[in-house]
């Protein structure tokens, strides 16, 4: 729930902030309520299931599967929405953003990531945290992905294949954070080294040239 509240609000300011229509902001809020509505749904099917049944059972599994897949469906449904209502608003200023860095070189690209990598190695040595590929502050995984983010970014130059690259970036990092490998600080350092190191290598390379 605390993170349903906090993607509300943040989808509810973006849409004051964009001066959405009155239609789309009641789609909007009708999206978030329905999401909400559908997790306390869930959390009241999974206390009454702990009630009825305190033990293993495979029918307790498959009602709160079935609640948590009703959740899962609610919020995809909110997304579409959201990206709908939202996209014509924020891709074009996003585009605009993307525009301001100008062309990167292919070898800036490829520098850029074996810089970050260097560096992620180097932090860990000096730390002395975990191994290379695991463990350890900062998260390679988190690094190597938001640098990857980045440069598809500034050489797409395009908002959506931008925002599919981060997002798959953050799947990266969310599952080192799930798995438990990293913590959460860890994996921040690591988004922020790789995208930092990732922009200033390419705009040296784009000066350069």
């Not at 509300?8 to 789609?27: G, M």
């Not at 800036?108 to 932090?123: D, E, K, P, R």
């Not at 438990?180 to 790789?194: F, Q, S, V």
Request: glycine share 8%; aromatic share 6%.
């Amino acid at each position: 729930m605390r993170f349903h509240f906090i993607a509300a609000i943040v989808v509810l300011l973006a849409a004051l902030f964009l001066k959405v229509s009155p239609l789309e902001f009641a789609l909007l809020a009708l999206s978030i309520l329905a999401v909400l509505c559908a997790e306390m749904f869930n959390t009241s099917v999974e206390a009454v299931v702990d009630l009825v049944s305190p033990g293993h059972h495979p029918l307790a599994k498959i009602a709160k599967d079935t609640a948590a897949g009703a959740v899962l469906i609610t919020a995809c449904g909110a997304a579409i929405m959201g990206y709908l209502i939202l996209a014509k608003y924020v891709l074009p200023r996003y585009g605009e953003v993307l525009a301001m860095f100008g062309t990167v070189s292919d070898m800036g690209t490829v520098v850029s990531v074996l810089v970050v990598v260097i560096v992620v190695v180097i932090v860990k040595s000096a730390t002395g945290s975990g191994s290379p590929l695991h463990g350890g502050i900062p998260s390679g995984h988190a690094a190597v992905a938001f640098s990857i983010a980045t440069a598809v970014s500034l050489n797409t130059r395009d908002p959506l294949i931008s925002l599919l690259s981060c997002a798959l970036a953050l799947m990266v990092s969310h599952s080192r954070l799930l798995m438990k490998i990293h913590t959460m600080r860890e994996i921040i350092i690591g988004a922020c080294i790789g995208s930092g190191i990732t922009l200033l290598v390419l705009q040296l390379f784009k000066m350069r040239g």
